[in-house]
């Protein structure tokens, strides 16, 4: 009774309060509050507030869909076009971040420049094509006609906006790369890299013929070593889960359906007067040939075309997947020539796939009401378990997919997906654990910091026996006698090479060998497997009096090629790196 005393006496208060709440909402309704926030963001994305909307993103997955369509003759599926989204999306935050440096570089194009690249001694080449005279001199009446025509206006505008866009950029590429010039001197340096080389001897001491008894490792040399080098254990953000599939697997009605089809085509590939037609529109799993081949050198799938007539064709061939039709076109003694044609046997799009993905979904479904492996042990399915790391397609026991990490990256533990169609399977996945990024703790570490310092050790052990040996005898025929090795020996070794002939990938040796001069023994050098004396028998050093022009011009673009590359990537890179990017793809492409 008390209560409801309470609520008697507080009516009026609750009535007032009712109104004033209803009030709010009517008057949050007229701005239309709601349908905002449910809406959620209005644009894909941003980068440092520089908005990217859902249609520049759409107009440049037009772009490389009409693109993919014209090269393959096919559309995407799902996989690739989860890798031309992500594209897409590089592709624009990347020009976001080139606009706004220009911006800060003060770069621009003048009205002036527009004209000149249009209408000037030397026009771009879109106005060549356009207006070039069969002499390759320009029409100059014909283009004033062009640029006066009221019915062009329009034409010019978009014309002006990409000129000036390309100009802009031009000056853009042209600031970077005036700063990676290739002088005389690195042209020289690396003519001289390249034609370099040496005779040499070694004695080759390997770390693992150390005996392992002699190395001991301390708890203190392992945390030493994680604390000196602990940015080697940085990790990505990363992720565990575990997945059920369905395959894609031809049934044997698909098998069938494709035996009928092919066997149907058999009388109407006899008779078709233009082989390559009939391949190209039957879609023939193999390209058209019609060489004339020897007849030793027919493999035994192919051979029955031995057996029938010139015209005729063989009975269906099967094997692994594929099903075949062989066309004898002329025989001579030795030789025949023929054309092959084939078709895949390929799950039904209908009877067989639909029926698969709607398991798939029924299974995501159902799993999203109960439990993961609760379903999947309702229904008898194999669980079986996977790992990703951000930013790297590559998913353990599944391969690559961009779809499966654009799931993970915006999922949290206990998420459960829709079905994912990859080219072989359906899968449907459960994510177990989400590791943030950092520094991975020492005792996750521990057992793989053990074997990189007992590595150490072992390198240690062997350059101070080479040291040893070295300070004792100054012939390597005694070292190599003393340690038990051998004597090895490399001619014309280049400076430039990383590997050396009987002793694998050593660039640091041989970076060490041209330091030597001619007769010269070294110390005991630290390679990548094991320690190595050398002594340089010969040596030829290139002389750069011998760089011809040609030469020198050649190695001059190779190396602008080479470091425009890189600069251009870590360039990029930094500039995300500063940039404040904001991505709301998981929210807007969601579903």
């Known amino acids: 009774m008390g209560?409801?005393?309470?609520?008697?006496?507080?009516?009026?208060?609750?009535?007032?309060?009712?109104?004033?709440?209803?009030?709010?909402?009517?008057?949050?309704?007229?701005?239309?509050?709601?349908?905002?926030?449910?809406?959620?963001?209005?644009?894909?994305?941003?980068?440092?507030?520089?908005k990217i909307s859902l249609d520049e993103y759409n107009s440049r997955m037009q772009y490389f869909t009409q693109q993919h369509t014209r090269q393959t003759g096919n559309s995407m599926n799902p996989e690739l076009?989860?890798?031309?989204?992500?594209?897409?999306?590089?592709?624009?935050?990347?020009?976001?971040?080139?606009?706004?440096?220009?911006?800060?570089?003060?770069?621009?194009?003048t009205d002036q420049e527009v004209v000149d690249m249009i209408s000037g001694e030397n026009p771009v080449q879109f106005i060549r094509q356009q207006f070039q005279r069969e002499d390759?001199?320009?029409?100059?009446?014909?283009?004033?006609?062009?640029?006066?025509?009221?019915?062009?206006?329009?034409?010019?505008?978009?014309?002006?906006?990409?000129?000036?866009?390309?100009?802009?950029?031009?000056?853009?590429?042209?600031?970077?790369?005036?700063?990676?010039?290739?002088?005389?001197?690195?042209?020289?340096?690396?003519?001289?890299?390249?034609?370099?080389?040496?005779?040499?001897?070694?004695?080759?001491?390997?770390?693992?013929?150390?005996?392992?008894?002699?190395?001991?490792?301390?708890?203190?040399?392992?945390?030493?070593?994680?604390?000196?080098?602990?940015?080697?254990?940085?990790?990505?953000?990363?992720y565990r889960f575990e997945y059920v599939s369905f395959d894609k697997t031809p049934t044997k009605q698909d098998t069938m359906r494709t035996l009928n089809d092919i066997k149907e085509l058999r009388s109407d590939f006899a008779s078709a007067e233009n082989d390559s037609l009939f391949l190209n529109r039957y879609q023939s799993s193999t390209d058209y040939t019609a060489e004339?081949?020897?007849?030793?050198?027919?493999?035994?799938?192919?051979?029955?075309?031995?057996?029938?007539?010139?015209?005729?064709?063989?009975?269906?061939?099967?094997?692994?997947?594929?099903?075949?039709?062989?066309?004898?076109?002329?025989?001579?003694?030795?030789?025949?020539?023929?054309?092959?044609?084939?078709?895949?046997?390929?799950?039904?799009p209908v009877a067989t796939l639909d029926k698969r993905a709607k398991k798939a979904d029924d299974f995501s479904y159902f799993a999203e009401q109960e439990t993961f492996t609760g379903e999947a042990e309702r229904r008898s399915l194999s669980v079986q378990e996977g790992f990703a790391t951000k930013g790297n397609n590559f998913v353990s026991g599944i391969g690559q997919s961009r779809q499966i990490l654009n799931f993970l990256e915006s999922s949290e533990p206990g998420a459960i997906s829709k079905t994912i169609e990859l080219p072989n399977l359906f899968v449907v996945l459960h994510v177990t654990e989400v590791t943030p990024a950092g520094t991975q703790p020492f005792e996750e570490v521990k057992k793989q910091i053990r074997t990189v310092v007992k590595n150490n050790k072992l390198k240690q052990h062997a350059v101070k026996q080479a040291n040893t040996l070295a300070e004792q005898y100054d012939n390597l025929e005694t070292i190599a006698e003393k340690s038990g090795n051998e004597v090895m020996t490399v001619s014309s070794l280049s400076m430039n090479d990383a590997t050396i002939e009987g002793a694998g990938r050593e660039p640091k040796v041989v970076g060490a060998i041209f330091g030597l001069k001619k007769g010269a023994y070294s110390a005991a050098i630290e390679g990548t497997n094991a320690a190595f004396i050398v002594k340089v028998n010969e040596l030829r050093k290139a002389d750069v009096q011998n760089l011809t022009p040609q030469v020198r011009e050649q190695i001059r673009r190779e190396l602008e090629q080479s470091k425009n590359q890189v600069f251009m990537n870590t360039w990029i890179e930094q500039l995300k790196e500063e940039a404040d990017i904001e991505d709301n793809r998981d929210r807007l492409l969601s579903g």
């Open 292 to 348: 004339l081949v020897p007849k030793s050198d027919i493999r035994e799938l192919y051979r029955s075309v031995l057996d029938v007539a010139e015209g005729e064709v063989t009975e269906v061939i099967r094997d692994q997947g594929r099903m075949y039709l062989l066309k004898k076109k002329e025989e001579t003694a030795s030789k025949v020539r023929f054309v092959v044609f084939s078709l895949d046997v390929k799950a039904d």
């Open 136 to 238: 390759g001199t320009i029409d100059r009446a014909a283009l004033q006609a062009a640029i006066d025509a009221p019915e062009n206006t329009q034409m010019w505008i978009r014309v002006e906006q990409q000129l000036r866009q390309q100009r802009r950029q031009q000056k853009m590429s042209n600031y970077l790369q005036s700063s990676m010039r290739v002088s005389d001197y690195e042209v020289e340096q690396e003519y001289i890299r390249r034609n370099t080389t040496a005779d040499v001897s070694f004695v080759r001491f390997s770390y693992g013929d150390v005996d392992k008894s002699e190395i001991s490792v301390s708890e203190e040399d392992l945390r030493t070593y994680y604390e000196n080098h602990s940015d080697k254990y940085k990790r990505k953000e990363s």
């Open 3 to 50: 209560v409801m005393e309470k609520m008697r006496k507080g009516t009026g208060v609750i009535l007032w309060v009712l109104i004033f709440s209803f009030g709010i909402l009517w008057m949050l309704q007229d701005t239309d509050l709601f349908s905002v926030l449910q809406k959620g963001p209005r644009s894909l994305g941003a980068v440092n507030g520089e």
């Open 81 to 109: 076009r989860a890798q031309y989204q992500q594209r897409a999306w590089e592709a624009l935050v990347n020009s976001k971040l080139i606009q706004q440096k220009m911006d800060d570089l003060g770069i621009t194009v």
